[in-house]
């Protein structure tokens, strides 16, 4: 069953640098917590799509990527 969940602006916590791993925290309606694993390839695939997201928007300024 999907569930919605909504980033709150965290960091990544990584939990080891080599291999590179980590998590990302977000958040349901219901206030319940998601840790979503992220690994190197998992991090750049989620780059990926978030810039290809970033550049559907129309008018306006370019998006800004930068942290």
């Given at each position: 069953?999907?569930?919605e ?17 980590g998590?990302?925290l977000l958040?349901?309606d219901d ?8 690994d190197?390839?998992?991090?750049e695939?989620?780059m990926?799509a978030?810039?290809a997201?970033?550049?559907q928007?129309?008018?306006?300024d ?6």
């Amino acid at each position: 069953m999907a569930r919605e969940v909504e980033f709150q602006d965290d960091d990544v916590v990584v939990t080891s640098r080599n291999p590179l791993k980590g998590t990302l925290l977000l958040i349901t309606d219901d206030d319940d917590e998601v840790e979503l694993q992220l690994d190197k390839e998992t991090a750049e695939a989620l780059m990926i799509a978030l810039a290809a997201f970033l550049m559907q928007e129309e008018g306006g300024d370019m998006p800004r990527l930068s942290a």
